[in-house]
């Protein structure tokens, strides 16, 4: 079952446009000691926790999982041009690990170019 539920998890949900605040998620199974590694940003956070409290909340009410934030950063996406690009950190949260943050959009947006960076904020 825990596998499962995880699995339904989308990987990647990010605003289609723009330059915004975004967190990477770790996403527990209360079953056993998987989990998944989740990207999601939005340009109505002020704040990463803004985005971190909405999403773990729904996750956790859903059942069977618990959240934490490894980090945060910024994305640039730029759907005209399919580029998306990854940087900067969460003053709340650290930096997150923006390799792993790149495969999960990725995976979202094949057919994009995708870069990340630690410079920047």
């Known amino acids: 079952m825990a596998a499962e539920r995880l699995a339904e998890i989308p990987e990647a949900d990010i605003d289609p446009n723009g330059v915004f605040k975004y967190v990477l998620i770790r996403v527990h199974s209360k079953e056993d ?3 998944v590694d989740i990207v999601r940003g939005y340009s109505w956070a002020e704040y990463h926790a803004d985005i971190y409290d909405k999403v773990s909340g729904d ?6 999982v618990d959240c934490e934030c490894v980090g945060g950063g910024r994305i640039k996406h730029d759907s005209a041009e399919k580029k998306i690009h990854v940087y900067g950190y969460s003053m709340g949260f650290g930096r997150a690990n923006h390799a792993v943050s790149t495969e ?3 995976v979202r947006y094949p057919d994009y170019e995708i870069t990340w960076a630690n410079e920047g904020y």
């Open 104 to 106: 999960k959009l990725k």
């Open 59 to 64: 996750l956790e009410r859903a059942g069977d």
């Open 33 to 35: 000691e998987s989990y």
